[in-house]
């Protein structure tokens, strides 16, 4: 939302912005803001998605925050299995990882009360091989006066930027900028080498 929302000033201001959106979260599908062992919960996933990738398998069911009352309390325990999986880098205390979460609880909050105002122009849709992908393909459309080109990549929502999958990615990437240049005839080329990648706000690497 973030994204489109910059796209859309942008837009309306005379000026020139191409929009790619990888697998995002419909808009619908944000949780409720007063249930924080939910929002919690999606804070973990978040993690454990990332240590997956990295071959450290790293889950902690709803119902297993559920059972702790206090949040400090729930807290400290998805800490202490997150360190156990060995899932998150060894110097991440509570103090740190309090303040993440509140971050990532703000970031939701200030989602679920923007109300977005449709963007002129269309929009690149990329969805990985999820459940979510029908949801997100009927879901982002209204929000552009045109209708988006949408298209799949491997992966769910955290391998499809990491490797292999973010190759089939760049490659798609590549072929929209590559598009979007010929378009203005410009006789500049786009190398496919990439670095970094970001995906729910936070640096995946390299």
């Known amino acids: ?12 201001g005379g000026g020139e912005a191409r929009l790619s959106l990888v697998d995002p979260t419909p808009p619908q599908n944000l ?26 398998g790293f889950s902690v069911s709803l119902e297993e925050i559920r059972m702790l009352d206090k949040l400090d309390d ?3 325990y998805v800490l ?20 993440l979460f ?3 609880r703000r970031n939701m909050l200030a989602l679920k009360r923007y109300e977005p105002t449709r963007c002129p122009g269309g929009a690149h849709l990329a969805h990985s091989e999820t ?30 930027l990491r490797s292999p999958h973010v190759n089939v990615l760049a490659a798609q990437i590549e072929q929209i900028v590559q598009s979007a240049l010929e378009s203005v005839g410009s006789s500049l ?9 970001t995906h729910d706000g936070l640096e995946l690497g390299k």
């Open 189 to 197: 080329s786009v190398t496919r080498e990439p670095q970094l990648a």
């Open 74 to 76: 729930q807290l400290s």
């Open 102 to 104: 509140t971050i990532f």
């Open 131 to 160: 459940d979510q992908a029908e949801t997100i393909k009927s879901a982002w459309p209204p929000l552009f006066e045109e209708p988006p080109s949408v298209f799949s990549v491997p992966g769910t929502h955290y391998t499809c």
């Open 80 to 99: 202490l299995r997150a360190r156990m999986a060995k899932a998150i880098p060894a110097e991440l205390d509570t103090t740190e990882f309090t303040r």
């Open 31 to 56: 949780p409720k803001m007063d249930d924080v062992p939910l929002l919690l919960w999606l804070f973990v996933e978040l993690f454990g998605g990332f240590a997956t990738q990295k071959g450290q």
């Open 1 to 12: 939302l973030r994204a489109v929302e910059l796209g859309r000033r942008l837009r309306e």
